[in-house]
């Protein structure tokens, strides 16, 4: 559509060069204006006048005046290209995008098909690893990235069984695949747990209670294990990477990662459907 919208420009300006440059190209539209002002106000005073007589006079006018533009445009191949290309563009250039149009911000990349998730989701179903002591959640690196994180939920059992599977199948392909061991964060969250992160700020987050997929049990936030710690830091080259094959395995598994966001949340995943709890 970009090029499309060029090359309208392109034909326009050249048709106002020419009509800027070329006295003749001013004075033959200036003409062709002319006689349709005087041959359409001649007929519409002959249909007033003579009535069906001033019609049958009205038509003989048309089709003189029709000659005439005939003329014109057969003395003028520039001009009628240029007619011709902005007449008939448009709705050449609308059929062949129909059933193309998407809405802006909507359409995402269509993620690499990884045969490993594939065979997950058609059958295998897997558990939900043994849950980490609370100390885990509450070292001095933690806190340091996410100061609120104690108090959240990891209760696999709150979860979406659907958004469940696909994550447990994501944590098996990073550590299958990529030797990445993966843990929850948070799961589902309460409307007032997230209505107090709301009001913490726009760093936190910008989604109040029920304006985000955690109060449906269809969201998750996750980071890295390593030598049994957690590690959530994005200045960690080592966690930077996982990020990156972590979200390109959710996207293999139809979640959204919320690492394409304009704020960047480069362990959130969700399920977008139609389901609630």
């Not at 249909?47 to 007589?53: E, I, K, P, Y």
């Not at 609370?134 to 070292?139: D, E, I, R, S």
């Not at 107090?196 to 989604?207: I, P």
Request: hydrophobic share 45%; aromatic share 8%; charged share 20%.
């Amino acid at each position: 559509m970009f090029l499309f919208s060029i090359f309208v420009l392109f034909l326009t300006a050249c048709l106002a060069g020419w009509l800027l440059v070329f006295p003749a190209g001013r004075d033959a539209a200036g003409a062709v204006a002319l006689r349709l002002g005087r041959d359409v106000d001649r007929a519409r005073k002959d249909v007033t006048a003579h009535g069906s007589r001033g019609m049958l006079e009205a038509g003989r006018g048309m089709r003189a005046f029709l000659a005439r533009l005939g003329r014109l445009l057969r003395r003028s191949p520039l001009l009628t290209a240029a007619c011709a290309a902005l007449i008939l563009l448009p709705p050449l250039a609308a059929l062949s995008l129909a059933g193309r149009t998407e809405l802006p911000g909507v359409a995402a990349p269509d993620p690499a098909v990884n045969e490993q998730v594939a065979d997950l989701l058609r059958g295998e179903r897997l558990a939900a690893p043994a849950p980490l002591p609370p100390a885990a959640f509450t070292t001095a690196e933690v806190t340091l990235v996410r100061p609120q994180l104690a108090g959240a939920n990891r209760n696999w059992d709150l979860l979406d069984p659907d958004f469940t599977q696909r994550l447990l199948l994501m944590f098996k392909v990073m550590r299958d695949q990529y030797g990445y061991e993966m843990v929850l964060l948070e799961g589902y969250r309460s409307p007032e747990r997230q209505n107090r992160l709301a009001d913490a700020g726009g760093h936190v987050t910008n989604a109040r209670a029920f304006q985000s997929w955690h109060q449906f049990g269809l969201a998750g936030d996750c980071a890295f294990l390593r030598n049994g710690k957690v590690v959530i830091s994005e200045k960690d080259p080592w966690a930077m990477r996982g990020y990156e094959l972590y979200g390109q395995v959710a996207e293999a598994a139809g979640m959204t990662w919320g690492g394409r966001w304009k704020m960047m949340d480069f362990g959130h995943v969700e399920l977008r459907t139609q389901r609630r709890r």
